[in-house]
């Protein structure tokens, strides 16, 4: 090799190429990981100078995949470390609450300003009648002081996981200012802490409290880890290049991207489609960073847990990307009052997410239902006070749930998806008190009530409700029937399971409408697009649907029916049958173990695209 290819060669190392970033599917990866083991097992055994190396080889994978952000990450690290250190030496409770509150409004204002700026100026544009543009003024300030033109400051560019790191660096201030952790002493330590490789750009959210005492520890690996982290690597691989992307590619994507171009029960099947592809992606990030993480004696919080294994949409939520769900429980619904409690605060974002969306609302109905809901909530506090403790704690819940949905992402379709969630919650807490004569009374008069509407306005998204709430009727009348006629048998339940876990798997699917409609778009179209997209969806499959066309579209996409049906029926085993073949994995011989995985890469490169598939979450 000459001089200078040997110097192009490293320049081409240590340069950003957003094109080629560090992604768990490609093989630059796994160079990087090789050497990135190969220097640590020297290392392994000091636990200053592995932490330390960690540190710097995480902040070269975040600038390897998001460039020059990478100096957002260390501001946000050095943020939080001294922060940790001014509340433990401060023995003044008002300090302490100060330095707590600095650092958690300095996180969101972060936070806001790269995920959120597009949104509340098109809202604030909507609202005043003004044609205000984004400008990135972090930009447009280095341009001015480096007296260059190198960045571009018509726009703000998204950081990669930055809600992650965020959310992470905000639950480090908020447990050392509540005395559940102390501070860590060393900003080397501190540093390795809140970057950590695997799970940095799409998580799981990793607690302080959870983490930071593993960086005291000594590195410790059996054989039986070896095996499950190996394990872990392959099964993430595989539900990421089978299960996501090419399901994705070959099916759900070209639906998405014009969902007029197809037919209804394309449209139908791309939600469930996707929301196995969405599942497989994430949570085999989640396998992945579990199992490079473990080779490295740390372990990662469990992130997913069956989620279509879900009876209801609460038990959905506790299954579902685990990490963020608790984090929003301990730093969010608690602190707004939990189930015990509601304060001004419940109120203010409520009153204040729906006092936007009737402000933005391109239709009169939408304001009109807003302000009907709003003062139906209000008259119930007012006038019925058995109702108040009732009616916050329904408040924070869909607090939560809607502030949740915009941690996901800046657009309207987004609110609409995480309150969707809450009332899916809601509605399950009303119904897991009534009676069987009462849920069958309440679907019922649903059911006729859309029934009358298909009459008087016969609309796609009318004749979908009717349909699906004439399901749920079925369903409960049937319920309540065999109740009747044998009074004193048992209840069927596996058949009163099964039943309960297709009704959510249908709603859960339902809500990621607006969920995928508002993904992988400029945030300064996503408003318009996204809705649009879920509007053509739900026109689609309120349509005609001709039924000769169903066969045509199972035999022309036998393939992805097939690996859907598969797909499903894996997540469907019973837990110890996972924990069986994991196990028994891990317990093979070295040999057998890199045979297997050699078989597996083999056979995952026969179904990797042409085209590059990020992760999903990497833009959360």
């Known amino acids: 090799m000459t001089t200078d290819n040997l110097i192009t060669f490293i320049s081409n190392l240590f340069s950003f190429d957003d094109k080629h970033p560090l992604l768990f599917t490609q093989f630059n990866f796994w160079v990087f990981l090789a050497l990135v083991l190969a220097v640590f097992s020297f290392l392994h055994s000091k636990r200053l100078l592995r932490n330390t190396f960690l540190f710097l080889a995480s902040l070269f994978f975040y600038y390897k995949t998001s460039g020059l952000m990478v100096l957002l990450l260390v501001f946000s690290t050095m943020l939080g470390y001294f922060l940790g250190i001014g509340m433990d030496k401060s023995s003044r409770k008002p300090v302490r609450k100060g ?80 005395g559940r952790i102390k501070h860590v002493g060393n900003i080397l ?23 930071v005492p593993q960086l005291y520890k000594p590195y410790f690996l059996t054989r039986k880890q070896f095996g499950i982290a190996i394990f872990w690597i392959l099964n993430g691989l595989a539900k990421k290049i089978i299960l996501s ?30 929301s196995l592809q969405v599942y497989a992606d994430f949570s085999g990030y989640t396998d992945i960073a579990t199992g490079v993480a473990m080779l490295m004696g740390f372990y990662l919080p469990k992130n997913f847990n069956s989620p279509y294994k879900a009876t209801n949409p609460a038990g959905f939520w506790k299954r579902w990307h685990m990490s963020l769900s608790n984090w929003l429980k301990d730093y969010l619904y608690i602190p707004l009052g939990g189930n015990r409690r509601g304060t001004w605060v419940s ?16 239709t009169t109905w939408v304001t009109i239902t807003i302000i009907a809901i709003i003062s139906t909530i209000v008259a119930v506090y007012v006038f019925v006070p058995k109702a108040r403790k009732e009616v916050t704690t329904n408040l924070n819940n869909m607090d939560t749930m809607l502030l949740g949905g915009m941690w996901h992402g800046a657009s309207f379709n987004f609110i609409t998806w995480g309150g969707l969630n809450g009332l899916g919650i809601l509605i399950y807490k009303w119904w897991k008190h009534r009676g069987k004569g009462v ?26 409700g009717a349909v699906w709430t004439g399901v749920i009727f079925a369903g409960t009348l049937a319920d309540y029937l065999y109740s009747l006629i044998t009074a004193n048998a048992r209840p069927i339940a596996w058949l009163n399971r ?65 690996i859907f049906a598969i797909g499903m029926i894996i997540h469907w085993l019973p837990e110890r049958w996972k924990r069986w073949y994991r196990i028994n994995f891990a317990m093979l011989p070295l040999w057998a173990i890199t045979l297997v995985a050699v078989l597996v890469v083999v056979f995952l490169y026969q179904f990797v695209t042409a085209d590059l598939q990020p992760f999903i979450y990497f833009q959360f």
């Not at 330590?189 to 607690?207: E, M, N, W």
């Not at 109120?347 to 391109?362: E, N, P, R």
């Open 99 to 178: 330095l707590m509150a600095i650092g958690v409004v300095i996180n969101l204002l972060v936070l806001c300003y790269f995920k959120y700026a597009y949104f509340f100026t098109d809202v604030y544009n909507t609202i005043v009648q003004t044609d205000n543009k984004v400008v990135n003024y972090l930009a447009l300030w280095a341009n001015e002081w480096g007296g260059t033109n190198c960045f571009d400051a018509s726009k703000i560019l998204l950081p990669v996981g930055i809600s992650f790191f965020t959310f992470q660096n905000i639950s480090y201030i908020v447990d050392v200012y509540k």
């Open 498 to 562: 099964g039943w309960s876990i297709f009704l959510t798997f249908v709603f859960i699917s339902f809500t990621r409408l607006f969920f995928r409609s508002g993904s992988n778009l400029d945030p300064a179209e996503a408003n318009t697009v996204a809705w649009n997209t879920a509007k053509n969806m739900v026109h689609q499959m309120g349509g005609t649907w001709e039924w000769n066309h169903v066969a045509g579209v199972l035999a022309g996409y036998a393939n992805i029916f097939v």
């Open 189 to 211: 330590d501190f540093g390795f802490y809140t970057s950590f490789f695997p799970q940095l750009v799409a998580g799981p959210i990793v607690r302080a409290d959870q983490f």
């Open 347 to 362: 109120w203010a974002i409520i009153v204040g997410i729906a006092a936007t969306i009737g402000l933005m609302a391109k």
């Open 245 to 274: 992307d090419y399901l994705a590619v070959n099916f759900v994507d070209r639906i998405f991207d014009n969902p007029l171009l197809f037919t209804p029960f394309e449209n139908f099947s791309a939600l469930f489609v996707y």
């Open 439 to 464: 849920r069958t009374a309440a679907t019922f008069m649903l059911f006729a009530l859309f029934v009358m509407a298909w009459m008087m306005w016969d609309t796609a998204a009318v004749r979908v």
